[in-house]
Antibody
């Protein structure tokens, strides 16, 4: 079955860059049928979409985060990555990677259907 | 940006009862691109409903979704012990994708 696994440092200093990787198993990240996304959840709060990437490298970001966020894909490793620069305490959250099917007509099929378990990242000196 | 408002914030019910959760969007959600997720403590969200009313793979039929435009509903016909959790709606019809603030369904 398809599984996603986040990895990266659990502690990042303010003003530095947060870097996470999502490793996909059981499926090819090069499939034209899926986008791959990042979502985060501050402690005790709701979910926030960060952005998506397609295997071709096309990216889509939340406008309010766009200036600090970079999502990239490494098809040779079946991984995609997230970088958030100039982090502050407000970036402290559980970060999830997830799969999003490519839209088929108006079927509404393109919600996030498979999620990683999430990784906690704390921004603190 | 489409803001999703979920109500109530907390729903206190007993097993076997019916749960009705609401999600209201500040802008019409195009083509019913509205999903519902369930999240239990320490776990990732799980997709329940997509396209406003289609159940995801493996989701029991006690979960149903309805609505269109700006008003959507998730109904759990008879609550099972494993259904007590937080539920989020999400719109993915326009960018940026947005989530509601969540409804916690707790045991009364």
């Amino acid at each position: 079955q398809v599984q996603l696994q986040e990895s990266g440092p659990g502690l990042v200093k303010p003003s530095e860059t947060l870097s996470l990787t999502c490793t996909v198993s059981g499926a090819s990240i090069s499939s034209s049928s899926y986008y791959w996304g990042w979502i985060r959840q501050p402690p005790g709060k709701g979910l926030e979409w960060i952005g998506n990437i397609y295997y071709s490298g096309s990216t889509y970001y939340k406008p309010s985060l766009k200036s600090r966020v970079t999502i990239s894909v490494d098809t040779s490793k079946n991984q995609f990555s997230l970088k958030v620069s100039s982090v502050t305490a407000a970036d402290t959250a559980v970060y999830y990677c997830a799969r999003r099917p490519r839209r088929i007509a108006a079927a509404g099929n393109d919600a996030f259907d498979i999620w990683g378990q999430g990784t906690m990242v704390t921004v603190s000196s | 940006e489409s803001v999703l408002t979920q109500s109530p914030g907390t729903l206190s019910l007993s097993p076997g009862e019916r749960a009705t959760l609401s999600c209201r969007a500040s802008q019409s959600v195009s083509s019913s691109y509205l999903a519902w997720y369930q999240q239990k403590p320490g776990q990732a969200p799980r997709l329940l409903i997509y396209g406003a009313s289609s159940r995801a793979t493996g989701i029991p039929d006690r979960f149903s979704g309805s609505g269109s435009g700006t008003d959507f509903t998730l109904t759990i016909s008879r609550l099972e012990p494993e259904d007590f959790a937080v539920y989020y709606c999400q719109q993915y019809g326009s960018s940026p994708l947005t989530f509601g603030g969540g409804t916690k369904v707790e045991i009364k």
